[in-house]
């Protein structure tokens, strides 16, 4: 909730987007950029809900679909499914999250910029620490997630390029 209160803040709504200005930005480590092509970008989330949650999002910044082009989403798409196969040969989840929240009301964090969440599942991997101790338990380091993931993105087929409108 602490999260969700910053992001709706006056100061949250007049910072830069997250999406443009990692976009501008070269793949690597510290930034969590895990790839960016003329027509979108994928990333870790900094906050993750589970190991290998990442992000994609169009480069351009739009923040319905109804206005996304037909090559934005075909883009989009070809990246959401790259990277549910780069997660299930790193680590064999059994089910996955997709999906975005369109809208600050529905809990978009970014609301102006798309961005789709894709979340590796596992049977039984809740537990009790979010609840009681209002802490959230990774089985690794977001520097190990990336360079796993990053070193993945490098062994698979890469979607073709499109051009994208600006």
């Known amino acids: 909730m602490a999260y969700i209160g910053r992001a709706s803040s006056k100061a949250a709504r007049r910072a830069p987007c997250l999406f443009c200005a990692k976009g501008r930005l070269k793949p690597g480590r510290r930034n969590l950029v895990l790839a960016a ?9 900094l906050y993750p809900y589970n190991v290998g949650h990442t992000m994609v999002a169009p480069r351009r910044h739009q923040g319905s679909l109804a206005r996304l082009s037909a090559a934005e989403a075909a883009d989009v ?3 959401l499914g790259r990277m ?17 929240n369109l809208g600050r009301v ?30 959230k338990v990774l089985p690794e380091s977001i520097a190990r ?11 698979i087929d890469a979607p073709p390029a499109r051009r994208v409108r600006r």
Do not use: S
């Not at 549910?84 to 975005?100: A, D, S, T």
């Not at 997630?145 to 062994?155: M, Q």
């Open 37 to 45: 092509t003329p027509g979108v970008i994928v990333m870790l989330n």
């Open 77 to 79: 798409t070809l990246w």
């Open 84 to 100: 549910e196969r780069v997660l299930k040969r790193v680590y064999r989840p059994q089910g996955f999250n997709v999906g975005l």
């Open 106 to 135: 529905a809990g978009a964090g970014v609301p102006g910029h798309l961005h789709w969440h894709v979340v590796p599942r596992w049977n039984g991997d809740t537990n009790f620490m979010p609840v009681t101790g209002d802490t």
């Open 145 to 155: 997630t990336y360079a796993r993931l990053r070193r993945a993105l490098d062994g």
